[in-house]
């Protein structure tokens, strides 16, 4: 599943954004932390297929891309994340929408390497500080919760959709309590297996 070496670009990618995101997070990440795309995940419901993961020191972030429109089935998407949750292959997994990797990507990739600075370059993190939103330099994570929020200064925007407040996914394997409804859920509609121990 995963290889040897450091963060390469190495299209074609799946789609255009899931290229953008490869382009951009190779720039900055470190030398140590390796890039796969198109990861195979089996869950107990089906082989699912995550975008990138990020893998350093033993421990694994996944990376999803939504779609840039919002025309999705939520409840599948969470049941999907939450399986792969429950797979124990990651440690987080973040699903970003399309429209704000479109809009935000400095910003987006900015929070990453708040979030985790040891997979970013010194200059990695000092160029992306340089390069995102007044809003985005000042934000700070909340503590619980499985959605990141960064909102706009509304002068910024006027009435422009790009500065409609980003969401970023974050489920956390240490925080089980963000997904581990969504995953017994998945397992009672599609799987056979016993379902995920609440204190998991």
């Known amino acids: 599943m995963f290889g040897v070496g450091g ?22 990440l470190h030398r140590s932390v ?11 419901c089906g082989v699912f297929w995550v975008d990138f993961v990020i893998e350093h020191r033993g421990r694994r972030i996944a990376l999803e891309c ?13 049941y999907r994340d939450a399986l792969l949750m429950g797979s124990a292959v990651f440690q987080t997994l973040y699903r970003f929408r ?24 010194e200059r990695g993190r000092i160029n992306l500080e340089r390069l995102a939103s ?11 919760g499985p959605v990141l929020t960064l909102a706009y200064d509304a002068a910024t925007g006027a009435n422009d959709e ?12 240490k925080c089980a309590t963000d997904w581990v409804r969504d995953h017994d859920a998945a397992l009672a509609e599609y799987g056979s297996a016993a379902p995920l121990a609440k204190s998991a």
């Open 7 to 28: 963060p390469l670009y190495d299209p074609p990618y799946e789609t255009p954004l899931e290229d953008e995101l490869a382009w951009h997070l190779v720039k900055y």
């Open 134 to 144: 007044p809003e985005a330099r000042v934000w700070e994570p909340p503590r619980r």
């Open 162 to 173: 790009a500065y409609a407040p980003m969401r970023i996914k974050r489920l956390r394997l």
């Open 98 to 121: 399309g429209k704000d990797l479109f809009d935000h990507m400095e910003d987006v990739l900015f929070i990453l390497s708040r979030l985790h600075p040891e997979l970013f370059t």
């Open 66 to 78: 939504g779609a840039l429109d919002e025309d999705v089935d939520e409840r599948q998407e969470r």
């Open 34 to 44: 390796r890039l796969r795309s198109q990861v195979r995940v089996p869950t107990p």
